[in-house]
């Protein structure tokens, strides 16, 4: 999407008006630009009985060289952040690049500079589409949408400052959804990585290390090592630096990502039923490409680091077995349950790694398990913290965000089902089953959480796990289900890129 902002004038192909709801004329300024027929037409569609601004409510006005599209808001008082984003998403989804790319938003009466700002992020993040492996009709128009929004004058310097940042930190989102929408075929662990070393290339601010199969092996990352060993396309830990001369000496975010690019489960092989979904095991990882991307763009100045751990788990001759026991980085070991427990497995090398950058916290992402889509269903991430201050900070910028997150108990209860292995100092699953899972999980990453310095006697690293196995993905069909997430339409969702922008860059 192309954009701009500007005061009310002249008028594109189509004309957005997102009205309030109790709207009986046409408000000063909406018809500016249009001509006499065109604005009888309006003004007679908004005096109608057939129009009364509720939320959801859109009315189509054809004119002769621009369609007007009439969007109810519902009561301005209630006018949320989430309202108004949701809406500009929808309203993007009514428009039809065939009636012209040339489009007006224009916000009139009742309208606050935030909740403009969140109706135009609603209409960038839906609009988004990949196209990559298939062909595309004829009919389909591919140049992007010209977009102007438009207000009065003491709205011009909040929009011109700031709808710059959100498209930024949208483009996080889009990359995000671009790397988990790839097939697995295509996006695998070192494919990943060499698109990050592309993306950091003539970027004097961008230090990006990329740990492969040797270097793994060197390092003792058994859990790496051990969940990939199993594939033809080994797998490997990539090191995101942004700002690496910033900040000396002072902790910073380090945000950790699971890249699991296929997840066929391993020796413990999954049900055929679904599997195909399981590129998009890697979404962790690729909401941390995502977000440098935004960091970068919109030119954020201090240190961040990030960690993606990245293998495919395939039940080749040599994968790892269920009763194997191997050490990780930290050089504590790991009982096997389950090879399809994996996720965790990777990430205990990169949490352990994480401590090396002495965060100021940690924050790791991971497709993690399917009983926390039971638990909180498709819209809510489930959230564990080490630490009540970090907890809130996160579940504060998750809310702003419209991406929403759900406290999950984390105690020593969750810990013993782990820890009690005759073999190993932990395992990867529980003898109890599936009770508690996303919560014994949660815990199995904890144990690999280090300590400040890594000093025994010292405080845990603040650390928050978000399983966003429910929220990272959609329908894997071009159909809508009811209630599902205006904000894309299938595939991958790019969830939390704009949480963690928040957290870093708002505190």
């Avoid at 069909?477 to 339409?489: I, Y």
Wanted: glycine fraction near 12%; proline fraction near 4%; include cysteine.
């Amino acid at each position: 999407m192309e954009w701009k902002n500007s005061e009310f004038g002249e008028v594109g192909n189509q004309l957005v008006l997102p009205l309030f709801k109790g709207v009986g004329k046409a408000p000063n300024n909406s018809l500016s630009g249009l001509n006499r027929t065109q604005r009888t037409l309006v003004r007679e569609a908004i005096a109608s009985d057939d129009f009364e601004g509720k939320k959801g409510q859109r009315m189509a006005v054809w004119s002769p060289g621009c369609r007007v599209l009439l969007v109810g808001m519902g009561e301005k008082g209630d006018l949320c952040h989430r309202g108004a984003r949701n809406t500009g998403a929808r309203t993007v989804v009514a428009l039809s690049k065939k009636r012209g790319l040339r489009v007006t938003v224009r916000f009139t009466t009742g309208w606050s500079s935030e909740r403009m700002l969140d109706f135009a992020e609603g209409m960038m993040l839906r609009d988004y589409e990949f196209l990559e492996h298939q062909e595309v009709d004829d009919e389909h128009i591919a140049e992007p949408w010209s977009v102007d929004f438009q207000a009065s004058a003491r709205h011009q310097g909040v929009l011109a400052d700031s709808l710059g940042h959100i498209h930024s930190v949208v483009g996080g989102v889009h990359l995000a959804r671009d790397l988990g929408n790839e097939p697995a075929n295509v996006l695998y662990p070192m494919e990943y990585a060499r698109r990050v070393v592309e993306w950091a290339e003539g970027k004097d601010d961008v230090v990006v290390e990329v740990y492969d199969w040797d270097k793994l092996r060197e390092l003792g990352m058994g859990g790496l090592v051990n969940v990939g060993k199993g594939s033809d396309r080994k797998p490997c830990m990539v090191l995101f630096t942004l700002n690496p001369d910033a900040d000396e000496g002072v902790q910073r975010p380090c945000i950790v990502g699971k890249g699991i690019t296929f997840d066929t489960g391993g020796i413990s092989i999954k049900p055929s039923k679904g599997m195909w979904d399981m590129k998009y095991d890697m979404c962790g990882a690729a909401t941390v490409f995502g977000l440098m991307e935004a960091l970068h763009a919109t030119g954020y100045e201090r240190r961040v680091n990030g960690v993606a751990c990245l293998a495919e788990n395939m039940p080749g001759a040599g994968a790892y077995r269920p009763g194997d026991v191997f050490k990780t980085y930290s050089g504590k070991t790991i009982e096997v349950f389950s090879t399809d427990a994996e996720g965790r497995n990777v990430l205990a090398d990169g949490l352990w790694k994480a401590g090396e950058f002495n965060p100021e916290y940690i924050v790791d992402l991971a497709t993690l398990t399917g009983a926390i889509v039971v638990a909180l269903g498709n819209q809510i991430t489930g959230m564990w913290a080490n630490e009540e201050d970090i907890g809130k900070r996160v579940k504060k910028a998750a809310s702003r965000s419209g991406e929403a997150v759900w406290r999950m108990p984390l105690n020593a209860q969750f810990r013993k089902y782990m820890t009690d292995s005759a073999f190993a100092d932990i395992r990867n699953g529980s003898i109890g089953g599936g009770a508690g899972s996303s919560n014994t999980a949660a815990s199995f990453l904890e144990f690999f959480v280090p300590h400040r310095g890594y000093d025994e006697d010292a405080d845990k690293i603040p650390w928050v796990h978000l399983d966003i196995a429910g929220t990272a993905w959609g329908p894997g069909s071009k159909a809508r289900s009811e209630g599902a997430n205006p904000l894309f339409q299938f595939g991958v969702s790019g969830v939390h890129v704009r949480t963690l922008h928040r957290l870093i860059t708002e505190g």
